[in-house]
């Protein structure tokens, strides 16, 4: 079910005094193609959706935010000039993003506030982006007078991950639920941060994503590890070709002259990230084509990379790909960083109803449970709600 306004305004009444504030509302965010990029400065193509988190703030008029997780029955508080903040990892969201607003020069004051999301939890749509996001805009607008601008707002959320979470991330997701539009997708180039809106109106198709269930949980360190390789092999590669700063600058050919010099891991690994750098912009190519069947076989060659190469997928994401496929869906491929989550599929409107069907059915007789099918929506960024 949608959640609403009343869902969090009813609860930020029963666990405060009473009162109302203002409500807040950013998404969580699909990628159509480009994933693993971003932290090597090539570009992404995500959208905003539909869930997302819902919040409402307001001030207490005190040096301490009281904060209440409606949906893990959870509330702590903390001292907005305590360096080390709270422990629960929720809560290090918000503190971190309080924190990072405050070095930018936003006064921010003590604030009571309650929370929901939508957005499934560990599904590779990007809840934590949306959380982070929520409240960068928030406090822009109630102490910052919104003077911080919307990539600035972005950055925020992405330090929070780093230096608050352990999460060294890119900046796709924040990117993704600050500037998602409704009805658009995005491409934004991770190293001049231009980015472009295209309007997602395929004909004959629809964007479906099957949740596996299975948590992924990116705060640990397969997916730093990745990062690490990838700046690795830049930085070899760079030695012999100085106009290498990141892998989004190399090619096959210079990857394969320091073959010997890397580990056949770091190989794969940048073998995949020069690849997908390629492969956005064959799917751009592609869109503005109208060619929806190259757009899905470039999804399934990131499917292949993603899950052979940069190996992050599991067995159960390799079953919905393999179910996709056999299925004659025109593309399908992990969506987001990978250990579990989601896939996202393009599937041709006759199609549409019958894949919904039998891929329930296959995954629930293989693995005991129905996956959670989502029929993608495209919706808005970060915004006020009243
Ligand atoms: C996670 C990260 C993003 C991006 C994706 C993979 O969602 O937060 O920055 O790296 O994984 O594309």
Not at 33 to 42: A, K, V
Not at 100 to 112: I, Q, R, T, Y
Not at 220 to 237: D, T, W
Request: charged share 25%; with cysteine.
């Amino acid at each position: 079910m949608k959640l609403t306004i009343e869902d969090v305004r009813s609860r930020f009444i029963k666990h405060f005094d009473g009162t109302t504030g203002s409500v807040y509302a950013s998404p969580g965010r699909i990628n159509l193609i480009g994933e693993h990029t971003d932290y090597n400065n090539g570009y992404v193509f995500p959208g905003a959706v539909e869930q997302g988190i819902i919040a409402e703030l307001k001030p207490n008029g005190t040096r301490t935010v009281q904060a209440y997780s409606i949906d893990l029955k959870d509330r702590t508080e903390f001292s907005l000039d305590d360096e080390k903040g709270p422990s629960a990892t929720w809560a290090r969201y918000i503190f971190g993003v309080c924190r990072e607003m405050m070095a930018l020069g936003v006064p921010v004051e003590g604030f009571n506030t309650a929370f929901a999301g939508d957005v499934p939890l560990g599904a590779g749509m990007s809840s934590s982006a949306a959380l982070e996001s929520t409240y960068a805009f928030a406090l822009n607008d109630m102490f910052g007078g919104n003077k911080i601008e919307k990539m600035e707002l972005a950055l925020v959320g992405q330090r929070t991950e780093h230096k608050y979470v352990g999460c060294n991330c890119g900046i796709m997701d924040q990117f993704a639920s600050v500037f998602g539009k409704k009805g658009s997708l995005m491409r934004l180039d991770c190293r001049s941060g231009e980015y472009a809106y295209f309007p997602w109106n395929p004909k004959g198709y629809k964007l479906m994503l099957v949740n596996s269930c299975v948590k992924h949980e990116l705060a640990g360190s397969p997916y730093n590890e990745r990062r690490l390789s990838c700046e690795k092999v830049a930085a070899i590669i760079g030695k012999s070709h100085p106009e290498v700063k990141s892998l989004r600058d190399a090619d096959m050919k210079m990857l394969d002259e320091v073959k010997t010099e890397i580990t056949d891991e770091e190989y794969r690994r940048a073998r995949y990230v020069i690849g997908e750098v390629q492969r956005v912009l064959t799917v751009c190519d592609a869109l503005e084509a109208g060619d929806y069947e190259t757009v899905g076989k470039m999804m399934y060659e990131t499917h292949y990379g993603l899950s052979k190469e940069y190996e992050v997928s599991c067995e159960e994401l390799d079953f919905l790909n393999d179910v996709a496929k056999e299925e004659g869906v025109t593309g399908s491929r992990i969506m987001g960083g990978g250990f579990g989550g989601c896939t996202i599929n393009l599937v041709a409107d006759e199609l549409y109803d019958h894949f919904k069907e039998v891929v329930k059915k296959r995954f629930a007789e293989k693995y005991g449970k129905e996956p959670i099918v989502i029929d993608v929506v495209v919706g808005d960024g970060s915004r006020k709600l009243c």
